[in-house]
């Protein structure tokens, strides 16, 4: 089945820098990659997601890159405020609302953004 | 509308008893996915229904898990002779068939389980 690795495990960074954060997959099948935020004590809400079709998407200060050679695929955040604190996780789906549906999470990156 | 509805919020069980876990997704919503996150943790996928199936129970860590889905609806996850290593929160998770057009996974609050 799909494995997802996910780094680093935490990040700090000083408000205004960017951020950077890698996942690496198993399955060269994978079509569809999200990316989740969890702010503590809340639920994973979707901040952005690829699939195997496009290799770069952005949205305002967050954008996704996929290198499907390498099998790897990497959430980038600019400009980083204090509410960009949160623990963030990639995943990954053979075919994700198919059959094959189930999506993989990685163990997830602690950002601490400092003032 | 509501969103995904999970029971109990928090459940405290003695070592070796069973326990069952109810969730209730978002109307309409085809695909329910179970998960669970130890402290600190990520999150660690348990199963995945399509409909009343379950394409892919590799998840499920033992075979004192079980889950079942009725109506296209509820699913339950049931744990049988708990263990201390089963505390956890366990996420619910749905999602809509047509994944094309919104392919958030909408998660339930979860339930906090602690077995003593």
Redesign the interface.
């Known amino acids: 089945g799909e494995n997802v690795e996910q780094h680093p495990s935490t990040l700090s960074v000083q408000e205004g820098d960017s951020a950077v954060i890698k996942c690496t997959y198993s399955d060269s099948a994978s079509n569809y990659f999200p990316w989740y935020k969890q702010e503590l004590g809340k639920r994973p809400q979707l901040i952005i997601d690829i699939r195997s079709n496009v290799g770069e998407k952005k949205d305002q200060r967050i954008a996704v890159t996929l290198n499907k050679t390498a099998k790897h695929f990497s959430l980038h955040i600019t400009e980083t405020q204090p509410e960009d604190s949160a623990v963030y996780f990639c995943a990954a789906a053979l075919n994700y609302g198919g059959s094959q549906g189930n999506l993989i999470f990685g163990k997830g990156t602690k950002l601490s953004v400092k003032p | 509308g509501a969103g995904v509805s999970q029971s109990p919020s928090n459940k405290v069980t003695e070592k070796g008893k069973d326990v069952e876990l109810r969730c209730d997704p978002i109307s309409g919503h085809t695909?329910l996915?179970w998960?669970r996150q130890s402290l600190g943790?990520?999150?660690?996928?348990l199963i995945?229904f399509?409909g009343n199936s379950a394409?892919?129970k590799?998840?499920l860590p033992s075979d004192r898990f079980s889950a079942e889905r009725t109506g296209g609806s509820v699913s339950t996850l049931t744990i049988q002779r708990t263990q201390q290593e089963d505390s956890a929160v366990y996420?619910c998770a749905s999602?809509?068939?047509?994944?094309?057009r919104d392919?958030?996974?909408h998660?339930?609050?979860?339930t906090r389980l602690t077995v003593t």
Do not use: I, K, M, W
């Open positions: 695909a996915y998960y943790q990520g999150l660690e996928f995945y399509q394409p892919d590799s998840g996420l999602s809509s068939v047509t994944a094309d392919p958030r996974l998660f339930g609050n979860g």
